[in-house]
Nanobody
Framework: QVQLVESGGGLVQAGGSLRLSCAAS????????MGWFRQVPGKEREFVAA????????YYGDSVKGRFTISRENAKNTVYLQMNSLKPEDTRVYYC??????????????????WGQGTQVTVSS
């Protein structure tokens, strides 16, 4: 089992920045790929970014490419999402997720094994 706790969400003006963190505990962090997803209530959970267990491979959703950066510090069991040039349409609940590294890095939410509780990001215009 892996427990994931997100933090760093909040209210920011359009054009501003936020950095989300996701702290993992439980079974060792290193053998897991990590992902960030986001969701508006009542809609599908949308892929944002993913990073391999080694940190050498990253994927991004089209809507965030060039604005968001995913990174990880395995020594701290933490993954980050740096969000720049935020837009009102980035307003969502953001979730981090873990996927066993015995499988390839993935972008579909159904391929992730563990989830955090989410953190709200609100971007005002």
């Amino acid at each position: 089992q892996v427990q994931l706790v997100e933090s760093g969400g909040g209210l920011v003006q359009a054009g501003g920045s936020l950095r989300l963190s996701c702290a993992a505990s439980g079974r060792t962090f290193i053998p897991y790929h990590m992902g960030w997803f986001r969701q508006v209530p009542g809609k599908e959970r949308e892929f944002v970014a993913a990073i391999s267990w080694s940190g050498t491979t990253t994927y991004y959703g089209d809507s965030v490419k060039g604005r968001f950066t995913i990174s990880r510090e395995n020594a701290k069991n933490t993954v980050y999402l740096q969000m720049n040039s935020l837009k009102p349409e980035d307003t969502r609940v953001y979730y981090c997720a873990a996927r066993r590294s015995s499988y390839p890095l993935a972008v579909r939410r159904t391929e992730y094994d563990y989830w955090g509780q989410g953190t709200q990001v609100t971007v005002s215009s």
